[in-house]
């Protein structure tokens, strides 16, 4: 029997289609798991970072030893110092000092604390404590790849320096150490410089108003010095940038007693100590945190107390 041509083509095309795939997915389900997800890194630190936390951990089991020790008289100073060193201590402890969202913090063990034998021995240690602490605080500052992180580290070192001197116990503040806008050198030497000038003038006022014979009068001389080669000094690296410096100055206090005179130059040198922590923040060039760390005697001479983050403003 004789086929068609298109008949032929008819049972061409269903031979074909009967040997494509079918739909239909033969098999159960695929009943294999998925393997389980990798486990976060277990977050990490330098040996610096690892250095400078162990210190300041030790120094507050120091300073906690201190609190009721009957070697100790300073006790006001004793339980301020405590709080400082902890507050300094819970941020060293996490990942970012800086951060607001809660972090898993990093253990670390305080080296035991032995009864001093006498208050020599007590202040000897203490001593000891403070240069380790503010020795580890430094190299984090100098390692910093900010300045924000600079000026935290910078501001812990320049708060611990703090506590060789027990007459003047640490206060909270009201600023701490957060994320700050970027500043630079040019936009902060002026700052810095204003400030000096205000202090010369808040010197020279003070010492008209004091007697020769005063022991205030002394110390207001030495400082007017050398706040004066601080100013040359800023002056020459601003160069024909430096501002024109004005005749007279808003002071901090009314001046007229003993006791504002030294609150006044109080005042005054804090400010000098915040104008060389913007430049910290800005430069990492260590004659910044050397100056801001310089500040600190001047500013406890006259009685007045550091905060727990010098630097910081609010």
Do not use: K
């Not at 389980?36 to 970072?49: D, K, L």
């Not at 902890?86 to 970012?96: E, F, G």
């Not at 007229?256 to 109080?266: F, N, P, V």
């Amino acid at each position: 029997m004789s086929v068609s041509r298109r008949s032929a083509l008819a049972l061409l095309t269903l031979g074909m289609t009967g040997c494509t795939t079918s739909p239909v997915i033969l098999g159960g389900p695929d009943t294999r798991t998925a393997p389980p997800p990798e486990p976060s890194p277990e977050p990490t630190r330098s040996p610096e970072a690892t250095l400078a936390h162990q210190s300041v951990a030790d120094l507050r089991a120091l300073v906690a030893a201190r609190v009721d020790s009957p070697h100790w008289e300073a006790q006001p100073w004793a339980v301020a110092a405590l709080a400082q060193c902890d507050a300094h201590v819970a941020r060293l402890a996490v990942p970012d000092p800086l951060s607001d969202i809660d972090q898993e913090p990093f253990e670390v063990t305080a080296a035991p604390v032995t009864a001093p034998s006498d208050p020599g021995v007590a202040t000897n240690r203490l001593e000891a404590a403070v240069s380790r602490a503010g020795d580890a605080l430094e190299d984090m500052a100098a390692r910093a790849g900010d300045g924000d992180l600079r000026l935290c580290y910078a501001s812990m070192a320049t708060a611990v320096l703090g506590l060789r001197n027990q007459a003047v116990a640490p206060v909270e503040g009201e600023a701490a150490a957060r994320r700050l806008q970027t500043t630079t050198v040019e936009a902060s030497l002026p700052i810095l410089l204003g400030h000096v000038w205000a202090l010369i003038y808040g010197l020279g006022v003070g010492l008209g108003r004091i007697s020769q014979d005063n022991a205030l009068h002394a110390t207001g001389l030495v400082r007017l010095n050398r706040a004066r080669e601080l100013r040359n000094t800023l002056r020459d690296r601003l160069g024909t940038e430096a501002p024109e410096q004005p005749a007279a100055f808003d002071l901090p206090t009314t001046m007229d007693s003993l006791e504002t005179i030294r609150a006044g130059w109080g005042l005054l040198e804090t400010q000098v100590l915040n104008g060389f922590a913007r430049l910290v923040a800005a430069d990492p060039d260590p004659q910044w945190r050397d100056g801001m760390r310089g500040q600190v005697a001047p500013v406890q001479e006259t009685g007045t107390a550091l905060t727990w983050w010098p630097g910081w403003l609010a």
